[in-house]
């Protein structure tokens, strides 16, 4: 009567003994009578315990005393397994206590279906165990905790890229309220290679609202918060990462699928829209942009268009779209030499269009890369005033120390490694001269190891390209730089002047070649 609840609570059959103690005399106070009971029901049944969710138990052991009450044993809850205890206390101010629940449940889809919460398809598979607490308060909804190592579970987060098999373990900590919907003030969540904490919050239909991830660790390609809003039941959440570090050269939105398609190649829902505004995103070991914006689809792999800051400088804006091999970066800028300043390439080219293709190779980190520029002028460059001194240009001196040397077209094709730039050809061509270049450049010690031709007089020389590499005239001077790339060693071969450019190889080691 006092809990607000019908005798036929629940249904079954008890056997049980106990021991009541009392005084024999009239009307004995409430704190002289004493009992201890034990006993067992049997084909315990029960719709009213937790309503629309019918409880059963082949047998259930009870004890109870002036002080508890207290059932234990296993069972099932709308037919998920659980094995575990509820106690109250009895007396004064045991009510305003209220009660608590410890089980050991299964984890598994079909427990989630049970309870309508609703994740993006495939986020589940396999069975594990998890330990439930709760606490049950008159005039509120249970409060609840959740644990499990994950061992038997395989889960999946496709909006990520992250998964880890049935055979693996981790962590899953959950805090919340079962109310109507369900609320969870808490999630932590850790497997290899991935470690979150965030909020989730489920429409009252049990479908995801929103998830958001204070940080979200995956990888060594992110560690940013990040928010999932629900789309809808059969579709994947949308995405938004805010803030912190997305590292592309490791991310997993590389290849297509091959589905072409709405769905994944897996058959679950095609994944959702992201918006990305990290602080920082690492494209190779040299490129970073900063104050990053973009908004992608990634359906059948990463496509869309953004605008950001290279390596905090320079505005650049680009796209990414996806190939068999991975994803392929589109950057342009209006302002080629600020380009190459901030990405520490070359601190003396002015102004000039800037147009990059990063396309990856299939390895990590590893990207053919076309670069282009248009109409720009090098100034004030200590390498190339010494290249021209050692070749003996004084016109060509005077014009770079003064407005520049101009070059309406320069051009490259390299291959971008996470440790090396090999450069297999490029060349930069201007009326006053042309210069071609190929060779390596080391990233971690800034060293390099070039050999050119440069040709002064390119306006009238440039006859040579029908016999020779773009850059290149019919005569020109071969050179090597070596060494540091702030100052490296040059050495001309001044018998190169004197041979056609259709001779000129004998005098210089074959370009370098990558595998395709």
Known sequence: DKA??????????????????FPLKKKPAPGEVSFAVAGRGFGVSSRQIVPGKPLAAKALSFTASNRHLRIEGAGTLAGVPFDGSWETGLGPGAADAG?????????SQETL??????????????QGQGRLELALAKGRPPEFSLTSDLAGLGLRLDAIGWSMGQARTGTLAIDGVLGKPVRVDSLALSGPGLDLEGRLTLRESGGLQSLAITRLRAGSWLDAPVTLTGRGRGSAPAVQVSGGRIDMRNAPFTSTSGSGGGTSARGGAAPG???LAPDRLQLTDGIVLTDFRGDFALSGGMKGNFTARLNGGVPVRGSVSPTGKGSRFVIKSEDA???????????NMHGGTFHLKLLP???????????????????NAPVMADLLNAISVIGLLEQLGGQGISFPEVEARFRLTPKQVILTRSSAVGPSMGISLDGYYDLASQTMDMQGVLSPIYVVNFVGQLFSRKGEGLFGFNFNLRGKASAP??????????????????FRRPPPKVPG
């Open 113 to 126: 279906d049970t309870f309508n919460i609703t994740l993006p398809p495939g986020s589940v598979s396999g």
């Open 273 to 275: 829209p992201l918006t």
């Open 489 to 506: 060693k040059i050495s001309v071969n001044p018998l190169s002047a004197l041979t056609p450019g259709m001779f000129r190889e004998i």
């Open 361 to 379: 190779t299939g390895a990590a980190g590893t990207f053919d890369g076309e670069l282009d520029i248009r109409d720009t002028r090098i100034r």
């Open 99 to 107: 009660s608590q629940v410890v089980a050991d449940v299964t984890l």
């Open 337 to 347: 030499g600020a380009v190459l300043r901030d990405a520490g390439l070359l601190k």
């Open 4 to 21: 607000g609840r019908p005798v036929d609570l629940a249904h079954g059959r008890v056997q049980a003994s106990g021991q009541i103690d």
